[in-house]
C-alpha cells in the first residue's frame, strides 16, 4: 500500500492526477534500454520507440540482463526510459556548442554517464535529433569523433567501481571517472560548461517497487531535500558564468523539486531554461516562483516517476582556468607508436605510466588540473601494459570503439561459449588461434584472450564475473 501521507500530498498537487498515478503506481512497470550506436549500427525493430530519445526503445514488461553477452559488450544499456529525457535536454540547450566539460556530479550506476559520454562523442552532429523529425534519427546513426569531455563523479566507492565498470563497456573512452565529495569540485572554479546533478532523493517515482514504499517517510523526504540542495551549493562555483545546471529527481515531492530548485535560482540568480517537449509524450510542464520543471508521471508517461529542471548561471566574468602541473604526465611518443596499428588514439593524449599505455580522456595538463582537485579512478582508456617489450592488452581496449579491428585475430563465439567466457570458464584452445585473440559474438568484441595451446586464459576482469547459470532458452535483447 502506498504511504497515506504520499497519497494525502499528491491529492494537494494540482499538476497530478492523483487517482490516475495511485492507479499506475499499483501496476506492473516496464523496462526501457539506450541502444550504443556507436557499437550497434543496425535497424532497431520489434520496440516502440521512446519519444524524446532516438537510442531509446520501450520493452514489454521485465527483462532480464545478466545472461545477455551484447549487455555486457556495451552494446545497450538499460536506463529507465523517463530519465533519458536528460539527454534530450542537455542536446537542446548546448545545441552548436564544442568543447564542452561536463560534470555528473552523482554519476553511479551510470545511465545518465553514459549517454552524455555518447552525446559528447557526436555533440553537434545531433544536437536537437530526437524532437520534430517524426520518429527521430533512423537507428545505428554514426557519431563523429567529439571533442567534449565528460567528467563522472560518485562518492560512494563500490558504486564509484559500478559507474567505471559501466563506462568502460560504453567504451567511448572520453570520459574521467572520480570519487569525490561534491564539495571538492569547489576547488575547479568555473571549469564546468555544464553540471547534471540527478540528486539523491525520496524515491517515490520508483513506488512500483516495494522496497522503495518501505523506505520512504516523510522525514526522509525533508532530509533529501536540504541534502540536494547542500550538494548542488557545494559544487555551484565549478560551474562557469553563463553555464548551465541540469538537475533532476526520481520523485514527485514539490520540496526536492520545484521548491528547490526555486531556492537555488533566488540564492544564484540564476534563470530558469524552457525545453520543447514531443507531442503526446505525455510530459507535464510544472511552474514555481518563476521556474519550470518537467514531470514525468506513470499513467501519463509509460516510464517511472521523474522530475527536472534547468538553470543558466548568471554572466560574468569567465575565469581562465590554469593547467595542471606540466611535469605531471607528458605525452608520449613511443606509446603512439606502439598502439598506432591498434586504435585510433590522439597522439597528444596517449602517455605512458609505470609500463602503462593510457589514452586520457583529456589533454595531459587539463587531467592534471583535475587530478590534483578530486580522486581519478579511471582517466580515459587503459590501452595495456608493456611486459619484456611486449603489448599486453587490457580489457578496457577490446571494449573501446576506437580500437582498429583486424589488429588482432579474431574469434566469433556461440552464445554459450559467450556466457561461459562471461562466467570465467574455460574455453577450449583448439577453436580459436593461438596466441592473443579478440573474442567477438554476434560481431561485437567480449575480450581478449591468451590461447596457449594446452589452456586459454580469459582476460575478462575478475570482479566483473557473472555468476548466475546459463538457461539455454534465454531471450536476448536485439
Request: proline letters at 6%; charged letters at 20%; a neutral charge.
Amino acid at each position: 500500500m502506498l504511504p497515506a501521507e504520499f497519497l494525502k500530498r499528491i491529492g494537494e498537487q494540482s499538476y497530478i492526477d492523483a487517482p490516475g498515478l495511485e492507479e499506475a503506481l499499483n501496476q506492473p512497470g516496464g523496462s526501457s534500454v539506450r541502444v550504443n550506436p556507436q557499437k550497434w549500427p543496425h535497424p532497431v525493430s520489434g520496440y516502440e520507440r521512446v519519444a524524446w530519445e532516438p537510442d531509446g526503445y520501450y520493452l514489454p514488461g521485465k527483462r532480464p540482463f545478466t545472461l545477455d553477452p551484447l549487455f555486457h559488450a556495451g552494446v545497450y544499456y538499460p536506463q529507465e526510459s523517463s530519465s533519458m529525457f536528460t539527454g534530450e535536454l542537455f542536446r537542446q540547450l548546448t545545441s552548436g556548442m564544442t568543447g564542452l566539460r561536463v560534470l555528473d556530479l552523482c554519476g553511479a550506476p551510470g545511465g545518465k554517464a553514459t549517454h552524455l559520454s555518447a552525446l559528447l562523442a557526436g555533440h553537434g552532429m545531433i544536437a536537437g535529433g530526437g524532437l520534430g523529425d517524426g520518429d527521430g534519427l533512423p537507428a545505428g546513426h554514426p557519431l563523429p569523433a567529439g571533442d567534449g569531455l565528460l567528467v563522472a563523479n560518485e562518492v560512494i566507492r563500490a558504486r564509484a567501481a559500478v559507474l567505471a565498470e559501466n563506462i568502460t563497456k560504453w567504451g567511448i573512452g572520453n570520459t574521467i571517472v572520480t570519487q569525490s565529495d561534491p564539495a571538492r569540485f569547489a576547488a575547479m572554479e568555473g571549469f564546468f560548461d555544464v553540471i547534471v546533478a540527478d540528486a539523491p532523493c525520496s524515491g517515490e517515482g520508483m513506488f512500483r517497487s516495494a522496497g522503495a514504499v518501505r523506505e520512504w517517510s516523510g522525514q526522509n523526504a525533508r532530509l533529501c531535500s536540504e541534502r540536494q540542495r547542500r550538494i548542488v551549493m557545494e559544487a555551484w562555483p565549478a560551474l562557469k558564468a553563463g553555464g548551465i545546471l541540469i538537475y533532476s529527481t526520481c520523485t514527485f515531492n514539490p520540496a526536492e523539486n520545484e521548491e528547490n530548485i526555486s531556492r537555488i535560482m533566488e540564492t544564484t540568480g540564476a534563470e530558469s531554461l524552457t525545453a520543447d517537449l514531443p507531442d503526446g509524450g505525455g510530459v507535464i510542464p510544472i511552474s514555481h516562483k518563476g521556474i519550470t520543471g518537467y514531470g514525468f508521471h506513470p499513467g501519463k508517461v509509460k516510464g517511472e516517476g521523474f522530475f527536472i529542471a534547468a538553470l543558466r548561471k548568471p554572466a560574468g566574468h569567465v575565469r581562465a582556468i590554469r593547467d595542471g602541473r606540466r611535469g605531471a604526465l607528458k605525452a608520449s611518443a613511443s606509446a603512439f607508436e606502439k598502439t598506432e596499428s591498434l586504435a585510433a588514439f590522439d597522439r597528444e593524449r596517449l602517455v605512458m605510466a609505470e609500463n602503462k599505455i593510457i589514452a586520457l580522456a583529456a589533454d595531459p595538463h587539463i587531467f592534471s588540473y583535475i587530478t590534483e582537485r578530486v580522486t581519478v579512478i579511471k582517466s580515459g582508456t587503459m590501452i595495456g601494459e608493456m611486459k619484456n617489450n611486449d603489448l599486453v592488452p587490457a580489457h578496457d581496449l577490446a571494449m573501446s570503439v576506437r580500437q582498429r579491428r583486424g589488429a588482432w585475430p579474431e574469434y566469433e563465439l556461440t552464445r554459450d561459449e559467450a556466457v561461459a567466457f562471461l562466467r570465467l570458464e574455460q574455453l577450449p584452445a583448439a577453436i580459436m588461434s593461438t596466441g592473443r585473440v579478440l573474442v567477438c559474438y554476434r560481431g561485437v568484441p567480449m575480450g581478449f584472450v591468451n590461447n596457449l595451446g594446452s589452456r586459454v586464459n580469459n582476460g575478462y576482469p575478475q570482479s566483473w564475473r557473472i555468476r548466475m547459470e546459463n538457461q539455454p532458452g534465454f531471450r536476448e535483447i536485439l
